[in-house]
């Protein structure tokens, strides 16, 4: 490009990171008026595009860029107006020397107060405010479409089951749950081959409540119909229940265990006390476990397939499905369908929340979680 009043070659050269092209013999500068925009206030550089548009005033300067007449233009804003050139073609501005310093500039923030200058208590509060900050973009970011980690999650996804995530080891020992499942898992095993003739005599039967002394109530937790009904209870045992018995402590998570499973066993033979089916499974009283989880642990996540997508979202969420669930199948419980007691995971359900409720004001903060499961 060539200086327009001494036809010099102009040099490249930049200033605060904007580029502009400099005549070595007169001091003239052309530059685009994109790049001016960014030092001038945003009035200033619309009357000067304002008078290019409206005006278009010839001027004898023609523009280095693409060596057409430029418009002349005369910005006012200034302690005194100034007249300079401006290409509407290509959108170069020509200033001839002094011209740029008379037109105004945007003023510069003043500089802020920076961490180091605050107060010792203040920075820390500006501290714990942004750890809290970092916690809930984290926490958003796990509640969403993601992917399993192990192909097994999904095969456990697939079948509607919960998979634990975050894992971290638990205080004490969970023997109440590794016992329970234990048993439950050696009566289906030991009684298969007869399976069908051991739950009709002992099964919980509505409507004789009194055979074998009543004890039917606790022979019935044991068994389960098939294999799948005995994993699906022991995969919610193990997993919900060490981290409930390790919070109560063995003896009030027993309590839970049974007050749950005798709840469910109640609602069950009030929907139908004439009934001649027997009732087995221990799910009543993990329904208690479950739901007492969820309250106590909200904060805990978990990964489900859902509507063929891989989601991990909070146990709260888990529990309004699980809850909207057992509602349904109630409904089908009193109208004859299905063969799942509901109303028994409902009765539970309502000691898990009893049961929370009264213990809420334990010493042990109610987010506390030591691992948290699924």
Not at 224 to 233: D, Q, S, W
């Amino acid at each position: 490009m060539l200086c327009p009043r001494c036809n010099q070659k102009l040099s490249k050269a930049s200033q605060q990171g904007a580029f502009f092209w400099a005549c070595p013999s007169c001091n003239g500068r052309t530059v685009s008026l994109d790049v001016v925009r960014k030092a001038v206030p945003i009035p200033v550089s619309k009357e000067i595009w304002q008078q290019v548009i409206t005006k278009q005033l010839p001027s004898e300067v023609k523009c280095p860029v693409c060596n057409r007449k430029m418009t002349a233009v005369s910005e006012t804003s200034g302690n005194s107006p100034t007249n300079i050139d401006v290409c509407k073609t290509c959108r170069f501005i020509w200033f001839d020397p002094g011209e740029f310093e008379h037109i105004p500039k945007k003023v510069p923030p003043k500089p802020g107060l920076s961490i180091k200058d605050l107060p010792p208590d203040l920075r820390e509060v500006m501290a714990m405010d942004r750890l809290q900050l970092l916690r809930e973009e984290r926490e958003l970011a796990d509640i969403g479409q993601s992917s399993p980690d192990n192909w097994w999650e999904l095969v456990i996804g697939i079948f509607g089951a919960p998979v634990e995530y975050n894992n971290k080891s638990i205080e004490n020992t969970p023997i109440a749950t590794w016992t329970l499942s234990a048993i439950m898992l050696l009566s289906t095993v030991l009684v298969y081959a007869n399976l069908d003739d051991i739950v009709k005599s002992w099964g919980l039967l509505p409507a004789d409540l009194a055979r074998h002394y009543g004890l039917t109530f606790i022979t019935s937790f044991f068994l389960h119909g098939g294999i799948f009904h005995l994993l699906g209870n022991l995969y919610f045992l193990l997993i919900f229940g060490d981290n409930v018995e390790d919070f109560l402590g063995r003896t009030k998570y027993l309590l839970l265990i049974t007050l749950s499973a005798f709840a469910g066993d109640i609602l069950h033979i009030i929907a139908d006390p004439r009934s001649q089916v027997p009732s087995i499974g221990a799910s009543g009283g993990i329904a208690g476990v479950l739901v007492y989880y969820c309250l106590q642990f909200p904060k805990a996540k978990v990964g489900m397939l859902m509507w063929f997508r891989w989601l991990r979202i909070p146990v709260g969420w888990m529990l309004a499905f699980w809850i909207a669930g057992q509602i349904i199948g109630t409904i089908q419980q009193l109208s004859g369908f299905g063969s799942v007691s509901a109303l028994a995971h409902l009765g539970g359900a309502i000691v898990g929340v009893l049961f929370w409720w009264v213990g809420k004001g334990d010493e042990k903060s109610a987010g506390t979680l030591l691992r948290p499961a699924g």
